[in-house]
């Protein structure tokens, strides 16, 4: 079991800067999953952790010891690849038993942990096998079981079922989920894959360019996205974003939303509230998830008229993409609601859904409307 504490890292390859001053805590039996885009930094953080890349300036230090002088192997951390990595010539069972043996344990011993460990995987009867004839989600659970065998104090995955199909990845997710429960060693997991990152994460570090961008639960981050990038890498359909103007009319506040596009009903504390952020000067940009884009066929209190453009049925749910101004606001409706492309529908804008951004620096004005 292990604390991992990351205090202003940097990491140069040459003049390039891919790790820039990222703190970070890691608490003790915690699930981390760091997730960004493809060379945000992540995977070279992680390396980091294991000792596998040196750090140019800043400390890591696991259960209170700076360990960027020690070497991967006395950091007693293991590691988990993308690809399965696993010993070709050696049965299942040799490949989990293979740190047990390295460590010169009895051949009781590693008999008793490579069960435990195979049983807890469900890969039992798989032991006597060769990786070549094992599936992909197979072989990943091998790579895992030789990771926990040794119990260590922490264990590193980068994209461990990145390359399995989606119905296995679905599967593993769960069991991964399963094994953290029942193991509960600090673990720290990679992946582009936000879905992946919601379902098994305790907290999530999100990061871009090398920066870290915010670090909460999958529900904080969902909710309540500290930047603009934030809020469009979490959550799918992605959330809709666009430029907006406020308008005041007696005691009635409205949003005019993007470029020359109609204006919907807010509550009328909104101006106070945005001027009382200090921010957005630069101009606000509006944010909401499509679920917060209420569709009706008839006119209502608040509704504004808009055409549908496009209809993505996903099965549960359609995604509706609303014209308004130059570009569209993407509504989520139960299946079949909007008949057809053309037809004019009256939306509005569900306020306890909204976010507000400063549109230069992207950082959110942190208003959360109520009902
Ligand atoms: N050994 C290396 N030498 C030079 N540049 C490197 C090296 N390893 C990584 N990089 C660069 O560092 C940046 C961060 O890479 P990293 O692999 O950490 O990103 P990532 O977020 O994990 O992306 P991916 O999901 O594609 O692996 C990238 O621009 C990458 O090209």
Redesign the pocket.
Known sequence: MAEIVLSNVQKF??A?Q?IRDLNLTIADREFVVLL??????????LRAIAGLEDISSGEIRIDGKPVQDLEASERDIAFVFQLYALYPHLTVFENIAFPLRAAGESKADVDRQVRVVASALDITHLLQKRPSALSGGDMQRVAIGRALVRRPKAILMD?PIGALDAKLREDMRSELKRLHIENKATSVY?T?DQVEAMSLADRIVV?SE?VLQQVGSPIEVYQNPANLFVAQFIGSPVMNIATARLETDGGAARLRVGDGGEAFAMPADLPARIAASGRGGEGISLGIRPEGVVVARQPMEGTVPLEAHIIEPLGAYDIVDLKVGSGVLRARTASGFVEKAGDTVFARLDATQTHFFDTKSGQSLAIRLGG
């Open positions: 390859f040459g390039v891919v960004g885009p493809s060379g945000c930094g992540k995977t070279t953080t994209e990679v582009h990061m090398g």
